[in-house]
Every structure is written in structure tokens, then in C-alpha cells.
């Protein structure tokens, strides 16, 4: 069975930065891994996904300029690197494997709440 666990996740002050991490394990392939994040009251939005290889990214509006997603494929974890953070960046974030977006795959991990706020 499948499981993402992410970490990472906290309170940061607008221009600051956070790394989030996401594991993955019980898998027996490699998959596409990425970031997906909701706000409260709005819908689940794509922020950034890298291919299985960790040769090819794609980005969400969000993230774009700011955000860098990677991986370590000997441990199946994904990183996503978050600078220049503000606080409509305010989200809890998703770990998610299958696609590289922009529509999710099948697992999802548990969330980590951001919180940019001075």
C-alpha cells in the first residue's frame, strides 16, 4: 500500500522561506511525484510535480519563479523548495504521486499547513 508522508510544513514570515519534504513508501514502481495545495475556501490547486526520473518539472501559476520541486530517487522523496514566500502562498500542501499534473494522481499524502504571516 502505498503512504506519503510530508514534513516541513510551519509558520514563516512573508518573504521567507520553507522546504517541504514528501516520502513515499510501499510503492513498487517509481512514480511521478508533486505538490498540490488548498486554501480554506477555495479549491485544490497544482503548485509543482517532477517526473519519475526527476529529469522534467512542471509548475502551477503559483509557483513559478519561486518554488523549485526535486528529488531523491534513492529514497523516493520529493522536495519542495519555497522562497519569496507570501501570504496568499497560505495553504495547507499536499503530497501527491502518479502524474506531473496539472490533474492528480491516485495517492495522496496527509497535508502540511504553511502559514505566511507576519
Known amino acids: 500500500q502505498v503512504q506519503l508522508v510530508e514534513s516541513g510544513g510551519g509558520l514563516v514570515q512573508p518573504g521567507g522561506s520553507l522546504r517541504l519534504s514528501c516520502t513515499m513508501s510501499?510503492?513498487?514502481?517509481?512514480?511521478?511525484m508533486g505538490w498540490w495545495r488548498q486554501a480554506p475556501g477555495k479549491e485544490r490547486e497544482f503548485v509543482a510535480a517532477?517526473?519519475?526520473?526527476?529529469?522534467?518539472?512542471n509548475y502551477g501559476g503559483p509557483a513559478k519563479g519561486r518554488f523549485t520541486i526535486s528529488r531523491e530517487n534513492t529514497e523516493d522523496t520529493v522536495h519542495l523548495q519555497m522562497n519569496s514566500l507570501k501570504p496568499e502562498d497560505t495553504a495547507v500542501y499536499y503530497c501527491?504521486?502518479?502524474?506531473?499534473?496539472?490533474?492528480?494522481?491516485?495517492?495522496w499524502g496527509q497535508g502540511t499547513q504553511v502559514t505566511v504571516s507576519s
Open positions: 501527491n504521486a502518479g502524474t506531473l499534473g496539472p490533474a492528480p494522481g491516485h495517492y
Open positions: 510501499g510503492g513498487i514502481m517509481r512514480y511521478a
Open positions: 517532477i517526473n519519475a526520473r526527476g529529469e522534467n518539472h
